[in-house]
């Protein structure tokens, strides 16, 4: 069925809701058509009836988080969107874990370890997502995974709320369970604490450093989706497509960065088809040269 008035009023009934929403503001792409209707649950319970709801009237879901690793078509998502960001977003730290909902961003979870005193989160805080997505993705950076700091998580899945733990959720390279179970929705992460640090300067000072490095070698000041492509086998595909010539490649405002060639940039009006056939030139292109086939990192939703 299609979203309707009835299923809109409905959804609203539930919780903040937005109708013909452009998914262009919940995308660090800025790219997107709307979503037929987005919703932001604030608890687990109107997450349940939204996702209910959806099933009652036959309405496919999608979920986001920050939009951080996503690609919106320009036609945008039918059905609705489910956003898990600031609504659910607590953080808090009790005996030696941290306590995460969803939605709140890895910088937070980071801030919660520096307030308490314990390393580990440093080379995490930088990455753009929320802990669901993050998980989702098993977010990672400079040799540091979500794997390595998980203990487990609280997902929604046919209705019934279900735990796993880290390794059942078959955390690897940017994947997890979770990417084949579409309707599993990570409502909340408990994260271990196990490396007390000498001082929070110490931490402080490894956060400042990332940061640093970040800054320094990635285009933050225009609009992305991070890194592109996964890594290939034996190699980075930020290299790969430098050594192919493509820096500053180009198709309408889709560019591949001059800054880091991992990158797709949208420099102010790029489209979805633009970014879409940026990555076709770049996988055909750095196959032709070097026999590697690129895998996109980036989830496309429509
Ligand atoms: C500037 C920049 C730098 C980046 N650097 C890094 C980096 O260093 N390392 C890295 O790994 N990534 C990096 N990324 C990519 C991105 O930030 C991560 O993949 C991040 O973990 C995605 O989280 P998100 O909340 O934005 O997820 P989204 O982009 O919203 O969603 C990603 C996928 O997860 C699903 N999803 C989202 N929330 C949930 C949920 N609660 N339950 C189930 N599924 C869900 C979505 O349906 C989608 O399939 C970067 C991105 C940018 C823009």
Known sequence: MAVNEEFISRILSICEAYADEPMSRHTTFRIGGPADVLAEPASVAQLKAVIDLCGEKNVPFTVIGRGSNVLVSDGGVKGAVIKLGPKMSSVRFEN???YAEAG???ASVYSCAYANGFAGFEKLAGIPGFVGGAIRMNAGAYGIEIKDVLESCDFLENG???TVSAEEAGLSYRHSIFCDRKDAVIVSAVFKCENRAES???ILREYLTYSAKRRESQPLNMPSAGSTFKRPANGFASR???EAGLKGFRIGDAEVSTKHAGFVVN???ATAEDVLKVIEAVRKTVFEKTGVTLDPEIVYLE
């Open 96 to 98: 030696g874990r941290i």
């Open 104 to 106: 709140a961003t890895l």
């Open 160 to 162: 019934e709320l279900k």
């Open 200 to 202: 929070r300067e110490e």
């Open 240 to 242: 790969l497509i430098d």
């Open 267 to 269: 420099r102010g009006g």
